[in-house]
């Protein structure tokens, strides 16, 4: 008798937690350095609720995304080969959400152009570095 999973239980493999919690600290990193880059270091103090609120919406949009397009599968939490791939496809959909949350008027900062290009980027190239080093750590 064949047994019934879920979508998110095809999905999500707690042997990948490790990898989330790497990729929410990751992301959290990436806009922490543009919120330095664009205010100074003093900023993270002067306005912490200001810092914070510049990464919720893209990690809404990564906590949204990722579970469903596999950032989390099974074979993500084998091998960079895999897990790269997976977390890079689940970020640029991260990011239009992340964007989509920003162009509201509940959070400031808006959408440019220029914005969008540089967190589709960075935001793949630091999930890249951070999924590649886990395994090469484990």
């Known amino acids: 008798m064949a047994t019934s999973?879920?979508?998110?239980?095809?999905?999500?493999?707690?042997?990948?937690?490790?990898?989330?919690?790497?990729?929410?600290?990751?992301?959290?990193?990436?806009v922490t350095v543009g919120v330095i880059q664009h205010n100074g270091v003093s900023y993270?103090?002067?306005?912490?609720?200001?810092?914070?609120?510049?990464?919720?919406?893209?990690?809404?949009?990564?906590?949204?995304?990722?579970?469903?397009?596999?950032?989390?599968?099974?074979?993500?939490?084998?091998?960079?080969?895999?897990?790269?791939p997976?977390?890079?496809?689940a970020w640029l959909a991260a990011t239009v959400v992340g964007m989509a949350i920003r162009w509201t008027p509940l959070f400031e900062g808006g959408v440019e152009l220029t914005f969008v290009a540089v967190m589709l980027v960075l935001g793949s190239v630091a999930l890249g570095v951070w999924r590649t080093l886990y395994f090469k750590l484990v």
Do not use: C, H, N
């Not at 997976?86 to 496809?89: A, K």
């Open 86 to 89: 997976l977390g890079v496809r």
């Open 44 to 84: 993270l103090s002067a306005d912490p609720v200001g810092w914070v609120l510049t990464a919720v919406p893209f990690l809404i949009g990564w906590l949204v995304t990722a579970p469903l397009l596999g950032a989390y599968s099974p074979g993500a939490a084998e091998s960079a080969k895999s897990a790269v």
């Open 5 to 30: 999973t879920s979508f998110l239980e095809e999905r999500l493999d707690a042997g990948a937690l490790p990898i989330a919690v790497g990729d929410v600290l990751a992301i959290f990193l990436l």
